[in-house]
Each structure stands twice: as C-alpha cells, then as structure tokens.
C-alpha cells in the first residue's frame, strides 16, 4: 500500500510565521502535490512537483513556495503566514507516466489554523 | 477556468434509492476522469477511474464524450455510501478537482 504521511495533522501558528508542511511517500513516486481544502471550493492546487528540485505552480501559488530536495519529500512553506491561509492541506502522489496510471495517493491532511 | 464541475453541494437520498452525482468537464484533449471519496475522518481515496471501466462498491461512471460528462451512479444507496465525492480530471500531470458533493444517505 503506498503510503504517504504529513508531518502534523493540526497546526496553529501566528500570523507572520514562516509555516512548513512536510509530506512523505514510500513508494518511489515522481509526481507529488500540494493542495487546500476549503469547504465550497474543493481541492485547489498550490504547487506540484514532478522530479526531484522540479516544481508547477498550480492555481492558487501566491504566499506559498515549495521544495522537493528529495524524491519522496516535498514541502510546502508559508514565508508569511496569513489567516487566509487557514485550511486544510493535503498532500498526494502520483506515479508519472502513462493513461491509467496517474491515480494520487493522498496524506491525512494538515489542519492549519492561522489566529 | 473551471474544468470540472459539481452542481450538487449537498445530495440526500433514502437508504435503497438510486442515486446520481452529477460530474461535467471543460477539456478539448481525450480527457481521463476520476471519481475521489472521502469518509468521515478517513483520508481521500480514488473510488474508481473512467479507463478502468470498472464498478466500486457498487458504483459506476460512463464518460459521455458528446455531454462532457461524467456521473457516478449507483442503483441502490447505503448508508456507508455517505461522504464527499470528488470528480477529478487529470490532464498530464496536472489534476482538477471539482468542488464536491456531499451525499448523505438516510435510514
């Protein structure tokens, strides 16, 4: 079973904060990604990366930056965190490659709460 | 641009009724199309893929090219069938989801 873990389930941080999320998966996958959650808005992508130091902006990168140094490592940063950033971030992977094999494996979530 | 829509927030339907979550695309490629499931405190999980053409729990999706279109359906709901439902489509690496609905299947 792929595995992918997040690094806290629930987060509080103070605005003005430099926020990191870490996501990690076992199994070797390229593609990896940052969402939030936001009731009414579904899934919004931040970031994605598709190989190691390789990253996408999604749609919604403003505040946000990430780093994949390593394969099954990617975070995601707040430089400066805001309270409209509080949400739920979730974190997936996904092997590269052809129609058929691009089902994401998603973390728990990130409950992060900006006061 | 929003590529998949979910017109339904909110879905309620009796325990043994048929039910229908209603998924449309925006895509001019050959389009790949996901159902997401997320139980209550469980992670998002993929229910089914329209390449596999497969049934899940007793759910189905048929792409209809002509509708852009992509329901999830079922003849008969349970109760364990309530959760947010996500339509996704995956346009090479890149995923968009749709904005969810709810189901909640009553006794």
């Known amino acids: 079973d792929v595995k992918v873990t997040q690094s806290s389930r629930y987060l509080v941080k103070r605005t003005g904060e430099k926020v990191f999320l870490e996501c990690v998966q076992d199994?070797?996958?390229?593609?990896m990604f940052w969402y939030r959650q936001d009731p009414g808005l579904g899934l919004r992508l931040i970031y994605f990366s598709y190989d190691v130091k390789m990253k996408e902006k999604g749609d919604i990168p403003e505040g946000y930056s990430v780093s994949r140094e390593k394969k099954e490592r990617f975070s995601l940063i707040l430089e400066s965190a805001s309270t409209n950033q509080t949400s739920m971030y979730l974190c997936?992977?996904?092997?590269?490659?052809?129609?058929?094999?691009?089902?994401?494996?998603f973390g728990p979530g990130t409950r992060l709460t900006v006061l | 641009a929003q590529r998949v829509t979910q017109p339904e927030k909110l879905l309620s339907v009796f325990k043994g009724a048929p039910v229908e979550l209603k998924c449309n695309y925006s895509?001019?490629?050959?389009?790949?199309l996901f159902w997401y499931v997320q139980y209550s405190r469980q992670r998002l999980q993929l229910l089914l893929r329209?390449?596999s053409r497969e049934s899940i729990k007793g759910f189905t999706a048929d792409l209809n090219k002509g509708e852009t279109s992509f329901h999830l359906k079922k003849p008969f709901a349970q109760e364990e069938d309530s959760a947010m439902y996500y339509c996704?489509?995956?346009?090479?690496?890149?995923?968009?989801f749709g904005t969810g609905t709810s189901l909640t299947v009553i006794p």
């Open positions: 329209h390449i």
């Open positions: 996704a489509l995956r346009t090479g690496n890149q995923f968009y």
């Open positions: 895509y001019s490629g050959s389009p790949e």
């Open positions: 997936a992977s996904s092997p590269l490659g052809l129609a058929g094999y691009g089902t994401q494996y």
């Open positions: 199994m070797d996958h390229e593609n």
